[in-house]
């Protein structure tokens, strides 16, 4: 070649060749396969010809994450501050994060609230529905129950499509379910008479794109940004989902004063949900390269992921409350307005108190996310969360009897506080501490576990409301103890968590700052 021109020969990376399932290898934390894959990472060093200083420079990797899409990107530096890719080194991946991810997270914000929006359209006025319908509450309550129930049913597909297509078109599936769902809700009730069976289908069809979208932050996330930006991303995309039943909570008691009021209150959400699909068709499927060293990584088979995931003692004692909270959330929030107007509470002031146990909370979580994400303290704040969150179920037993409006109100504002910013670090720290299980199985499990208690809570709390001779009538007491005992019993799986099973390490984001050696991640936690 001449002079002036130099070819730069890009050869793979000695730990990017490592991180790659070699076939017929299986991944294992046993002590012979950690001696053949010592034995692998020097003669795969002395093909790339680092030979004894492939390992040193290794072990002084330093990385730095900025948020240019130039050269100033992640890059991997060796011990004296110069960039690995010189003439007598090879050239290192550079990392980078690009300002389109701000894009598809705007999306995932907007999907998330439009579909917890149709979830709880009817429950701010359960009684104004049922009127409408010619039914009772007990039946409406069924729009919300088998809206969660069908989260199971897609779960599996939300599970397979988030590991081999991304979340892209997991965002894209989730639309078109949106905006089918709402326009037959609709139909149902411009039909005359208005078909509640009609409603109910449209209500599932919606409850169906719910997974794809509320389980996809923590893939998101993984793909799209930096490990100092991951739980953020997370806690806003997640925690839109709240906020449109906030909104739901809030508006819907204003927008709706007599039965007829129903289908306009149901055409007004179809149109903003109908709006809210249309970006999803022209998001990025992913980035041109790769964040962070785990986002390249290649990681077992899905079947591979969950056997790991259910032999770590770490997840399910994360999982037991997670689960368990995320359902009484559901369930209290589907139910306020039966707690409440029983002892003589508006149904616009219950709306404003299902609005503060979810807008409390989002402020919240928008200060205790990016501490997390700079100081990585997941556990700390775990433990400190699942007990106030349990006491807050607890006092909640006494609020309506108290007659004061601020009572509900004050609880729902800590509740929510409590809840909301435990949601994304708790989901974050499964990621870190089960890598290289891929986020999207975990995520998918915990809320799928959630919304499947969250149905059954209703149910429950639905068959201890009271009857029309109780004091005061059909008062929902005894569904109120129930979800404090519910909450009470799984705060000892969390503060147990560092105590039973395996030790707890941030697996990914030690990977990421070239500590960990890859193999590593595949070890079962809990064996």
Known sequence: MSGDKRQINHRPSEEHLLSQEVPGIEMTSSAGDRSLEQNASTIIAQALGHGDSASKNQSRVQEQYTDNEDRRGLQRLDSEGAALGSETTHERPIYKVYKRRWFGLIQLVLLNIVVS??????????????????????????????????????????????????????????SILIFVGNWLRYAAMRIQPASFALAMVAQIIIGLAQPFVLSAPTRYSDLWFSPRGRVSATAVASLANPFGGALGQLIDPFLVNVPSDIPNLTLYVAIISSVATIPSFFIPA??????????????????????????????????????????????????LVQFLTPYNFSETESGIAGALLIVVGLVAAAITSPIIDRSKRYLLLIKALVPVIALSYLAFIWAPPSYSIVAPYLICSVLGAASFSLIPVALE????????????????????GGQALG???ILI??????????????????????????????????????????????????????????????????T
């Not at 720290?429 to 799928?448: H, K, M, R, T």
């Not at 099973?501 to 991640?521: A, M, P, Y």
């Open 117 to 174: 929006w149709d979830w709880l359209t009817y429950a701010p006025v359960t009684n104004t529905t049922a009127t409408f319908f010619e039914t009772d509450p007990t039946t409406i309550n069924w729009l919300s129950t088998a809206f969660q129930f069908a989260y199971l049913v897609a779960s599996p597909f939300t599970l397979y499509t988030l590991h081999h297509s991304g979340p892209r078109l997991s965002i894209i599936t989730a």
């Open 286 to 335: 992913k980035p041109p390269t790769p964040v962070a060293p785990s986002s390249m990584h290649l990681r077992p088979p899905i079947m591979k992921q969950v056997s790991l995931l259910i032999h770590s003692v770490n997840f399910w004692l994360l999982f037991l409350p997670f689960t368990v909270y995320v359902g009484v959330f559901n369930s209290l929030s589907s139910l």
């Open 429 to 448: 720290w499964l990621v870190e501490v089960n890598w290289p299980v891929g986020p999207e199985v975990g995520s998918v499990i915990c809320w799928a």
């Open 455 to 457: 149905g059954i809570f």
């Open 461 to 526: 709390s639905d068959a201890l409301g009271e009857g029309s001779n109780a004091s005061p009538p059909y008062n929902m007491h005894k569904a109120l103890i129930f979800q404090a005992v519910v909450a009470m019993s799984v705060v000892p799986c969390a503060l147990a968590i560092g105590w039973l099973g395996s030790g707890v390490q941030n697996r990914r984001l030690e990977f990421d700052k070239g500590s960990g050696d890859g193999s590593d991640g595949i070890e079962t936690a809990g």
